[in-house]
C-alpha cells in the first residue's frame, strides 16, 4: 500500500545547529556536574601532578557559556524563524492540542493531530524542561560561580540569586535536583521521538539531521480511499 | 575618667608610648585588610574620638560567641575593653547583677542616646509572646526593640542573631527570629558564626570605631572585609580537591595525606567566612585544617541542611528526607518504567489496531 508523501522543510539549519550545541551541551553539563557533585575517581599520585577536578569544573563552565549562547540565539531565532520556530502559549488552538496530543499518548484517542512542527504538548514541555528549569540553571550556576570573585562582573549581575535562596548551599542543592531533570527529559524525549519516527514513518528522526520531514499528502489519501471504495 | 578623654589620651595615660600606640593602630588596619594610606585615618581617629559606650546584650543563645570573642588576639580583647570601648553592659562579664546592673544599662541609653553601639548576641523571640526568653522581667524581644531605639548602629553578634541558628532550625518550637527581622529602624550588621571568629566582631567593632560608620556589606548583609570570600576558595586543601584527591572516610589513607574533605561533607564551598584567612585561636588552625569538615556554620539554616557529613542535604530541608541524587535518580528510573510500559502499551495497541484492519480487509474481500 504505496502512501504518496509531501517532502517538507521544517527545520531551518539554525534550528538544527541549536539542537545540536543544546545537545551535546546538556550532556557536557550533566556529567561534569555530576562529577562536580559528587566525585567518583580519586587521582593517583600526588596533587601537583593532577587537576582533574580543575578541569572537570573548567570544562563545566566553558560548556555553561556556550549552553547561555546557545539559549540567547534560540531567543531570538522564535522571533527571526519560521513558523515552525515559534511557540504561541497564549492561542486557544495551543491548549487544545495539548489536550488533544494528551488523549493520544494516554490511548484515549486512536490518532494525534497532525503538526508539521511540535505537538503542543511537546512544546510545553520544551518550556518547563528546557526554557525554565534552563534559567534556573543559568541563573543559579552563574550566582556559584560569582562567589569566587566578590566584586566580580558575575557577583554584581547574579549575586541577589543567592540572597533568595537564603544562602549558597540551598542554591546548590537546588541546581543539583533539577540537573536530573535533563536526564528524565532527555530519556522521554528520545523515546516519544523513535516512536514518532515508527509509527508515522515521516522521518522526524532524520529530520534533525536534514531538516524535512514527510507528510502523508491527505489529497492522495483520500484518492486511494476512493479508489478502494469503488473497487468494492 | 572623664567623658571626654579620647582613645589615645587613655593610652598615654595608662602609660602607652606613642610608638607602641602607633604600632597598635598599624595592626589594626592590617587586621581589618585597609591599605596603607588609611593607617593615618585609624591613629586620627583614636587621637581623637572618645571611647564609645557599648551595650552587649545576650538574649536567646549558648554564649559561645561571648566565650570566642574573650579569646580575640589582635586586639586582645582587653585592650578592646579597658582602652578602646567602653563596655557599659554584657551579663557575662560584669560585676554588677540584678537592678544595678539594668540601671547601668538605662543610664547608658539615657547619657548616649543615638551615640552608642549595640551588640546583639542570641536571637530574639517571638512564640507565645516571647515568654521563651526574659532578662529582668521583660520579653528578650521587648529589650531588643528597647535598646536599639536609641543605639546608632546595631551589630547582630553570631549564628543566632543572624539566622535564629539551631533554636531557629525546623520546626522552631520558640519562633526564633533573627535580629534583621526586629530591628528595622537601625542599620544592623550580621556577624554569623557559631562561634564568630574573635578577630571578626572585634575588628567590625573597630571599623566603626575608626570610621564612624557601618563597613562595606555583601549582599548578606555581611561585613565584606571578613564574609567575601568562601572558606573554600583560600582553603589548605584546596590543592586536593582540584587534583580531584578526596577523603572518603574519616580514617582511610586520603585523611592521612591531608586530602579534601569535600566527599565527607565539607560544606566550605558554600560558606563564606573568614575561617582561612584569619584562622582561630590566634592564627592556630581552622577546623578544615585540623581534619575535620566545615559545617557551614556562617550560613542560614545551617542546621536545617543536615547531615553534616555527607554531600548534600536532604531536600528541602529534610521535609523529604531524601537528597537530590536520590530524589532525581528515583524519578529518572520511574519515568524509565514508564517508557518500558508505554512502549508495551503502544506495541499492544497498535498490533490490536493492526489486526482490526486485517480482519476488515478480509471481510471486504469476502
Redesign the interface.
Known sequence: MGILRRQVYVWQFPIRLFHWVNAVAITVLFLTGMYI???I???PGE????????N?RYWHGVFAYAFTTNMLFRLYWYWAGNEYSKFRFWKKDFWQDVVATFKY?T?LA?EHTVKVGHNALAQLMYLIFIWISSLFMIFTGFAMRG??N??GILQTLF??V??NF?????????H??V???Y??FL??HL?MVI?QDL?DDDGTISSMVNGYKFMICKDALEEETQERLLK? | MSESESYYQLARRRGVTRRDFLKFCALTGAMLGLDATEFPKIVQALESKPRLPVIYLNLQECTCCTESLLRSAHPLISDLIFNMISLDYMEPLQAAAGKQAEEVRLKTMKEYPGAYLLIVEGSATLGDGGVYCTIGGKSSTELLKEVADGAAAVIAYGSCAT?ACVQGAYPNPTQAVPIRKVVKNKPVIDVPGCPPIAEVITGTIVHYLTYGKIPEL???GRP?AFY???VH?NCVRR????????VETFDDA?AKQGWCL??IGC?G????NACAITEWNDGVSYPIKSGHPCI?CS????FD?TPFYT???S??NNAIGKD??T???G??GL??IA?AA??G??AV??NH?KNRKESNHDK?RN
Not at chain 2, 269 to 272: A, E, L, M, N, V
Not at chain 2, 299 to 302: L, S, T
Open positions: 557533585g559528587y566525585p575517581f580519586v587521582s596533587a601537583v601532578q593532577n587537576f582533574f577536578m580543575g572537570v499518548y490511548f486512536p562567589g569566587s566578590p566584586n549575586g541577589w543567592v540572597v537564603r544562602g549558597e548551599y540551598q542554591v546548590r542543592n537546588l543539583h535536583l540537573a536530573w531533570g536526564a528524565i530519556l522521554s523515546y516512536r509509527l468494492k | 539566622n555583601t549582599n548578606l565584606k567575601q570570600h568562601r576558595d590543592a586536593f580537591f582540584d587534583a580531584g584527591q578526596f586520603g569535600y566527599k560544606k564551598p558554600t560558606t563564606y557551614g550560613e542560614n539554616n545551617y541542611n554531600r548534600l542535604a531536600i528541602p537530590a541524587d530524589i532525581g535518580a524519578i529518572l519515568t524509565g517508557v508505554h512502549a502499551m503502544t495497541v497498535k489496531e471486504n
